[in-house]
């Protein structure tokens, strides 16, 4: 192409842009942030800061919630671990690649010293596996209508992404990334909650059913993700060096008021995110020549917002 043919063809993308984006916007439906922005105040709830754990790494905070009506057991369990600091000094022993962090007692790992495993205190030892538990009225149900390999329905449920056989009549969480879970041996009631993961990568949905799922992170995931990986068997580390200290977990409702997290959630029974899912789901925006038209049930983050700076 000659000098002269390359400025023309400069000087036509330049009057063609303003068309380009006047046309996208046309087509284009509002933004997510847009959306949430005119979301009405009663279409996001506050969590019980009884229900949040926060976690304070070297790099900063992690803020989690549980939810005691999938698994009850274990979430008392781990609100007794917390309020005894049974995971201060503690370390994240595992950091696998698109898989999970962990974090437990590196004494109670293989190779660790079993005389210097640090006691539970008045936590439980055994509890029995808590990886379904059965459908009830008093569960809210977000049916999310496009279909799943791993089971009959999924949804929202209390605004935890979850799944459901109405056949059996069973109800769990589900694995998406940022879900929170007790890490267990073989038996499956070897669990207690001493030992926890995060899922920092793609949504292992094959672990449904097979762990507890006892909540999920709701701020400072990128502190969990960004972790060097382990190069040990299965993401271990294979140095207590490399480890990543735990300086403290709290229970939310056992810090003064003004150092608890000051978060909000969206409803997921709300009209606000209804109408984000049919953004995420059909793409109205100009830059998709195919939008998918269906979404999966990880594929939907339910948006949390800070109140303001704390």
Same mark, same amino acid.
């Given at each position: 192409m000659s000098k002269t043919g390359k400025i023309l063809a400069i000087? $036509?993308?330049?009057?063609?842009?303003?068309? !380009? $984006?006047? $046309?996208?916007r046309s087509k284009g439906t509002p933004s997510a942030a847009q959306i949430l922005a005119h979301a009405p105040r009663s279409q996001w709830r506050t969590p019980n800061p009884d229900d949040l754990l926060v976690m304070q790494l070297p790099s900063g905070r992690v803020v989690m919630e549980l939810d005691p009506a999938y698994a009850p057991l274990h979430v008392a369990n781990i609100r007794t671990l917390v309020r005894e600091h049974y995971f201060d000094g503690l370390a994240i022993v595992r950091v696998q690649d698109n898989f999970v962090a962990q974090w437990d007692d590196p004494e109670g790992d293989d190779g660790g010293d079993p005389r210097k495993i640090r006691s539970l205190g008045r936590a439980r030892q055994t509890l029995p596996p808590e990886f379904t538990r059965t459908i009830s009225p008093a569960l809210p149900w977000v049916r999310l209508p496009d279909g799943d390999v791993y089971a009959p329905e999924v949804g929202f449920s209390r605004d935890?992404?979850?799944? =459901? *056989?109405?056949? /059996?009549?069973? @109800? #769990?969480? +589900?694995h998406c990334y940022g @879900?929170?879970?007790v890490a267990r041996d073989d038996a499956p009631d070897s669990g207690n909650g001493s030992a926890l993961y995060v899922v920092i990568g793609q949504a292992p949905r #094959?672990? *449904? %059913?097979?762990? /507890?799922v006892?909540? %999920?992170?709701?701020?400072?995931?990128?502190? !969990?993700?960004?972790l060097p990986r382990g190069h040990g068997p299965l993401g271990f580390y294979a140095h207590p060096?490399? =480890?990543?200290?735990?300086?403290?977990? %709290? +229970?939310a409702a056992d810090l003064p008021p003004s150092q608890r997290p000051k978060v909000q959630i969206l409803r997921t029974r709300s009209r @606000?995110?209804?109408q984000l899912l049919d953004a995420k789901r059909n793409r109205h925006d100009a830059f998709f020549v195919t939008p998918p038209g269906k979404i999966d049930v990880c594929g939907m983050s339910v948006p949390v917002r800070k109140l303001f700076k704390d």
């Open positions: 000087l $036509a993308m330049c009057v063609c842009a303003p068309a !380009l $984006a006047a $046309a996208a935890f992404p979850a799944a =459901r *056989d109405p056949a /059996t009549h069973q @109800t #769990w969480l +589900v @879900t929170l879970a #094959w672990l *449904d %059913r097979n762990l /507890t006892v909540g %999920r992170v709701i701020e400072g995931m990128p502190r !969990l993700s960004s060096a490399h =480890r990543v200290p735990i300086l403290s977990i %709290r +229970v @606000t995110f209804q």
